[in-house]
């Protein structure tokens, strides 16, 4: 494929930071709101946001069980701070309440997974609301990424599958598993399309 088509999940988030980006990295980026939209996709991004937020309306659009079975079917997918939360397969800390109908104390948002990981929520918020700090990221060249990070979460731990791509002050921070990627900061609030590119690379040619 010479232009990958790449959605960008569009329920609640940054989105039209990332559908920037796609474009600077030379991708055809379209909201999706609907899972009727999903078709036609080489990938996707999920933004930063509220994951709570984001996991209630995507059961609400009817996009929960679509999204996973696209993850399930190989679809690449990029998640940033929010996104990445809704990609991992356990999550720790979730928000106080309260807490609505079928929700408990100990239940974080309902997510997509797709990475075998556990992420805690707003870790990095309660010293620090927002930073931005230097990060290498494996398999990007010409020194690392100013990562923006905002009320972050970081892994707290991956499976024997996931791959670490970048670690901030002993915290994981930047992961991949197959070709579902994430990353606690947000690329897209920069002018550096360098993450976004990795992610265009890995769609166009399955690695
Ligand atoms: N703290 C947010 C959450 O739990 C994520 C913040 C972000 O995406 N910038 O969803």
């Not at 991004?45 to 996009?63: H, R, Y």
């Not at 670490?164 to 915290?171: K, P, S, T």
């Amino acid at each position: 494929m010479s232009i990958p088509t790449i959605g960008v999940l569009a329920l609640q988030g940054d989105v039209r930071e990332h559908l920037a980006a796609l474009a600077a990295a030379d991708a055809a980026a379209r909201p999706v709101r609907r899972p009727e939209e999903l078709a036609g996709l080489d990938g996707l991004v999920l933004p930063g946001g509220e994951s709570t937020t984001i996991s209630k309306l995507a059961v609400l659009f009817g996009l929960m069980e679509p999204v996973r079975e696209a993850i399930r079917d190989g679809l690449p997918v990029y998640g940033t701070c929010a996104g990445l939360i809704m990609l991992a397969d356990k999550i720790l800390d979730p928000s106080p309440g309260p807490w609505g109908p079928g929700e408990t104390p100990s239940s974080g948002p309902e997510t997509f997974g797709g990475i075998d990981m556990i992420v805690r929520r707003n870790a990095f918020g309660r010293q620090n609301e927002s930073f931005e700090a230097s990060v290498d990221v494996t398999g990007i060249e010409g020194g690392p990424v100013e990562g923006v990070f905002i009320r972050a979460p970081w892994v707290e731990s991956v499976g024997a599958e996931t791959r670490v791509l970048a670690e901030y002050d002993g915290h994981v921070v930047a992961v991949r598993q197959g070709n579902v990627m994430a990353t606690s900061f947000h690329p897209e609030l920069t002018g550096d399309h360098r993450v976004h590119e990795l992610f265009v690379h890995t769609v166009r040619t399955g690695s």
